[in-house]
């Protein structure tokens, strides 16, 4: 199945091996995890529990949105700008360069077209639509940010990419050209050329795998995008780590930082952040403006929906964060954030749902490990 991607294969195969990273057969996290409890009270959920249980997992009815396309042809009064497109999905305007993370446009975060978690409405902006981008940035492998069919459409056109470790492999397979892609390894950076724009991989704590027999196989990483007047940290996917601290000292500080909050279950082990996690990494990093990724689209973890969102608005202020949650296609700029409105509360008020919040019954047993 072509979206099950490429495999590393010669100089990347290389590559690979030689990073410190590397620990022989697949690449592992500065410190050890495992799929065990991480909270003594929480069992470890069955495949039904995952697919069925817990309420309100998806909206009744679509999120609020905004088409940004007006707002993007003119450019940010401070020079910095960013919309959230939905999940991990964001355009960053940054000094007149525009820079797109994780983009996903599939319907399913999920190798077919047919089953996997669906997303709960379409992206505000048609790719088709999408004005130009100066570069695109992939976290790491997993089909909830790295999407076949989008980057499929995007290899159509000149855009270059920067990506972790192997995760070139897959972009070439699908038909982005190699002299487009750029692979990195933690704490390496890229200048994208004649732009005084700099990216900079950092370490995260996750996996990878877009099968059962390449986990692992290609690295992870948070990123860095820095130019001379403002710096934007983006999470990818991650749980907590004692690495942000490091990359404060080294990379920050920051103007914008990007942070996973949804899909996180506490028996997977720190694979995910979760909101309250997510305040901890953001003090670590010595804070910046903070927009909260990785939630309000697909159905990853037996949480509500919402519930990212909630959590972060009440103690959101109480760690001191300044929030930025805009609605999805809603184009802010965070110097000029103003205060956050729960607009998310609108979507479940009573009445039939408009969204299909079904799911199947014949179900295999366990799920040891977050699909994401």
């Known amino acids: 199945m072509k979206s099950f991607g490429g495999t590393p294969r010669g100089?990347?195969?290389?590559?690979?091996?030689?990073?410190?990273?590397?620990?022989?057969?697949?690449?592992?996290?500065?410190?050890?995890?495992?799929?065990?409890?991480?909270?003594?009270?929480?069992?470890?959920?069955?495949?039904?529990?995952?697919?069925?249980?817990?309420?309100?997992?998806?909206?009744?009815?679509?999120?609020?949105?905004?088409?940004?396309?007006?707002?993007?042809?003119?450019?940010?009064?401070?020079?910095?700008?960013?919309?959230?497109?939905?999940?991990?999905?964001?355009?960053?305007?940054?000094?007149?360069?525009?820079?797109?993370?994780?983009?996903?446009?599939?319907?399913?975060?999920?190798?077919?077209?047919?089953?996997?978690?669906?997303?709960?409405?379409?992206?505000?902006?048609?790719?088709?639509?999408?004005?130009?981008?100066?570069?695109?940035?992939?976290?790491?492998?997993?089909?909830?940010?790295?999407?076949?069919?989008?980057?499929?459409?995007?290899?159509?056109?000149?855009v270059p990419f920067v990506t972790s470790l192997g995760v070139g492999a897959h972009l070439e397979y699908w038909g982005v050209r190699p002299e487009r892609i750029v692979e990195l390894d933690w704490w390496e950076s890229h200048e994208l050329p004649s732009t005084g724009l700099t990216v900079t991989a950092a370490p995260s704590q996750h996996f990878s795998g877009r099968g059962l027999r390449n986990r692992n196989s290609t690295l992870w990483s948070s990123f860095v995008i820095r130019t001379e007047r403002h710096a934007v940290f983006f999470s990818g996917d991650t749980g907590l780590t004692t690495e942000y601290q490091a990359i404060r000292e080294r990379l920050g500080p920051f103007d914008l930082v990007m942070l996973e909050v949804g899909g996180r279950h506490p028996s997977w082990g720190d694979m995910h952040l979760g909101p309250e996690n997510a305040l901890k990494a953001l003090a670590l990093l010595g804070g910046g403006a903070f927009l909260p990724v990785?939630?309000?689209?697909?159905?990853?973890?037996?949480?509500?929906?919402?519930?990212?969102?909630?959590?972060?608005?009440?103690?959101?202020?109480?760690?001191?964060?300044?929030?930025?949650?805009?609605?999805?296609?809603?184009?802010?700029?965070?110097?000029?954030?103003?205060?956050?409105?729960?607009?998310?509360?609108?979507?479940?008020?009573?009445g039939k749902p408009e969204l299909d919040t079904t799911a199947p019954a014949t179900l295999p047993k366990a799920v040891p490990w977050p699909l994401d």
């Open 11 to 158: 100089e990347r195969l290389e590559r690979i091996k030689a990073s410190p990273r590397w620990a022989g057969e697949r690449f592992r996290n500065v410190h050890p995890v495992m799929p065990g409890l991480r909270d003594p009270n929480a069992s470890m959920p069955t495949i039904r529990e995952f697919l069925c249980d817990g309420e309100r997992r998806m909206p009744r009815r679509p999120l609020p949105s905004m088409n940004p396309l007006e707002a993007w042809s003119r450019p940010p009064g401070s020079g910095l700008r960013a919309t959230w497109l939905g999940h991990s999905t964001v355009l960053i305007e940054i000094d007149g360069l525009r820079v797109l993370t994780d983009p996903v446009w599939g319907r399913r975060a999920s190798p077919s077209s047919l089953a996997g978690p669906k997303r709960f409405q379409p992206v505000p902006v048609p790719l088709r639509a999408m004005p130009p981008v100066d570069l695109v940035i992939v976290s790491h492998d997993h089909y909830d940010h790295l999407d076949y069919p989008t980057i499929h459409e995007i290899a159509k056109g000149v």
């Open 294 to 350: 990785h939630w309000g689209t697909f159905n990853l973890a037996m949480h509500a929906w919402d519930q990212p969102a909630e959590t972060l608005l009440e103690s959101g202020p109480r760690a001191g964060a300044r929030l930025v949650m805009p609605r999805l296609g809603e184009p802010i700029e965070p110097t000029r954030a103003q205060r956050v409105e729960p607009w998310w509360r609108a979507v479940d008020t009573t």
